[in-house]
């Protein structure tokens, strides 16, 4: 991973760890959406964005995430380095094989 991707992917990550230790979970999630963008083509950020995202859902006793996210930790491990769907957020709210548009910040990121 590039420094300045792992820059902003860590960037993300701290962000959306800060906010879950203050029980912000809606302001950590999209954090993690935005650190599951930048890090989804790389098995193990891929799969970190993944396991906060199923940490949130038990937090919020949302089962759909807590199983979405068990299938998708599966799958950041098996697919991560073969095929991505560009843009997807990673949350159960979306699915897991959509493309999605890049925010603009994100995007300029990826393609430096």
């Known amino acids: 991973m590039r420094k300045k991707l792992k820059d ?9 760890i800060r906010f879950y230790t203050l029980n912000k ?42 199983f979405g996210q068990i299938s998708r930790i599966i799958a950041s491990v098996l697919f991560s380095k073969i095929w991505v769907p560009t843009g997807n957020t990673g949350g159960t709210n979306v699915n897991p094989l959509k493309s999605m548009p890049i925010p ?9």
């Open 25 to 66: 979970f809606d302001v950590a999630f999209y954090h993690l959406e935005r650190a599951h963008i930048l890090g989804q083509s790389y098995i193990l950020p891929h799969t970190k964005s993944h396991w906060w995202m199923l940490k949130i859902g038990f937090k919020k006793h949302n089962f759909r995430e807590v």
């Open 104 to 112: 603009e910040d994100v995007n300029k990121i990826l393609s430096e």
């Open 8 to 16: 902003a992917y860590g960037l993300e990550m701290d962000q959306a």
